[in-house]
């Protein structure tokens, strides 16, 4: 364990690629194994001294494995009988959404789950309330852009394409159909059943959360790079305040600074986007093995049969393969997807996460403000790697896989932790 530790505590000091913090768990044969974390939460502009160490407890944002977390709960309306996963997401959204350039073709739950709903991202994703979904969606929209936010080549359930707006439009489709906001939904029907004390909405949080969250970074300064610059705050720099209410990017100011929106005003099943659920989960790595954990246990969680073993199963069945044209594989990181899962085909020198792993992974990876996440598991032999990178000090684009579609990071880490299955 010494030569692990000390091989992970390297590689925050890289000179050309350093890391600000690094938290890692392990899952073997069923059992965690290994956690460790590595660095600092918070960094201090001017006074190395009032710098913040990273812990196990500590909780990152961490990026898109939040869609994973969020099909948890779709899966779980959809073992109610609120959801069905063929139906027309119109019917829930209580106004019609469609691709104008394929009115007659549905979009089902199915193809947001999936990424072959036709959706785009267009410029944005997020909107503050009192902005609705349908701003993205209708040509008299606020941020319509031209339809920017449609595919107008591929029909809904015909191509994938990779759009963190689907997840959106779950979230907002999920408040229609519990009758609860988003993040209310999430905490009491899947986060706290798992045992996971964070969330989607900071203001929520305890202060001493707060006081534990850790800041993302980038050691980037106006679209310029330096490793050897300072370390700058992306989100989640809250000086241990917890905030009046969610924050999300503001899309009247030039800036794009983040803006607080008053939940007072907010209409239920408006628009969940600013919850960010494609990616604003709070959750630390010791967390995110409870996930691992509960598809290699079927369901159970503890005594409690959280979800049905066939429901899991079905969430890992391939529901789109690449076949060499019928979608965008983001560069040869994405050739499968189950319901809300990254299937991972461990293709040589695409989405091959673990070099010579001889098994299929499954889960999710994220990549925003700096940090990149990893919850892959594999149900065979009940193993899972999850790490959390806390920013980027280098271009990413300088420092690629040696032997995938992903980064040096993500390689290094996995390849590491990867050394305690053997």
Do not use: C
């Given at each position: 364990m010494q030569?692990?530790?000390?091989?992970?505590?390297?590689?925050?000091?890289?000179?050309?690629?350093?890391?600000?913090?690094?938290?890692?768990?392990?899952?073997r044969a069923g059992e965690i194994v290994y956690s460790e974390s590595f660095g600092q939460r918070y960094l201090h502009?001017?006074?190395?001294n009032q710098n913040l160490p990273v812990d196990n407890q500590t909780r990152?944002?961490?990026?898109?494995?939040?869609?994973?977390?969020?099909?948890?709960?779709?899966?779980k309306l959809v073992e109610q009988g609120k959801i069905e996963l063929d139906a027309d997401v119109s019917l829930y959204l209580g106004f019609p959404l469609r691709n104008p350039a394929f009115p007659e073709v549905p979009i089902r739950v199915r193809h947001l789950l999936c990424h072959t709903s036709s959706l785009c991202d267009g410029s944005r994703y997020a909107l503050p309330s009192p902005y609705t979904l349908q701003d993205f969606f209708h040509p008299q929209g606020r941020f319509f852009e031209g339809g920017a936010h449609f595919d107008p080549r591929h029909a809904p359930g015909t191509y994938a394409q990779y759009a963190n707006l689907n997840t959106g439009v779950l979230g907002t489709l999920m408040e229609c159909v519990a009758g609860q906001r988003f993040d209310v939904f999430m905490e009491q029907e899947v986060l706290r059943p798992l045992g996971m004390e964070g969330g989607f909405n900071v203001s929520r949080f305890s202060p001493e959360q707060v006081g534990n969250l850790a800041v993302l970074y980038r050691k980037q300064t106006g679209g310029e790079w330096n490793p050897a610059g300072p370390w700058v705050a992306q989100v989640d720099d809250y000086g241990g305040v917890v905030p009046p209410g969610p924050m999300v990017q503001d899309p009247d100011r030039p800036d794009n600074r983040f803006v607080v929106v008053d939940l007072s005003t907010y209409r239920l099943g408006s628009n969940a986007t600013f919850f960010s659920p494609q990616g604003g989960l709070r959750a630390s790595?010791?967390?995110?093995?409870?996930?691992?954990?509960?598809?290699?246990?079927?369901?159970?969680?503890?005594?409690?049969?959280?979800l049905k073993p066939q429901t899991l199963e079905q969430m890992t069945q391939p529901q789109w393969t690449w076949d060499g044209h019928n979608g965008d594989t983001l560069q040869g990181q994405a050739l499968s997807w189950g319901l809300g899962v990254w299937r991972f085909t461990n293709r040589p020198g695409q989405d091959c996460p673990v070099r010579g792993y001889p098994r299929p992974w499954f889960g999710h990876l994220g990549d925003a403000y700096g940090l990149l996440s990893g919850l892959l598991f594999d149900l065979e032999e009940k193993n899972a790697l999850i790490y959390i990178v806390g920013g980027q000090g280098g271009d990413p684009?300088?420092?690629?896989?040696?032997?995938?579609?992903?980064?040096?990071?993500?390689?290094?880490?996995?390849?590491?932790?990867?050394?305690?299955?053997?």
């Open positions: 030569s692990l530790e000390v091989y992970l505590e390297a590689l925050l000091h890289d000179p050309q690629h350093p890391i600000p913090s690094l938290q890692v768990a392990v899952v502009p001017h006074d190395p990152f944002r961490v990026a898109s494995i939040s869609k994973l977390v969020v099909a948890l709960g779709v899966m790595a010791l967390e995110l093995a409870r996930v691992a954990l509960l598809f290699m246990n079927q369901g159970r969680v503890g005594e409690v049969q959280f684009a300088t420092y690629p896989g040696l032997y995938s579609a992903y980064t040096r990071w993500g390689e290094e880490v996995l390849t590491a932790l990867a050394s305690l299955l053997d």
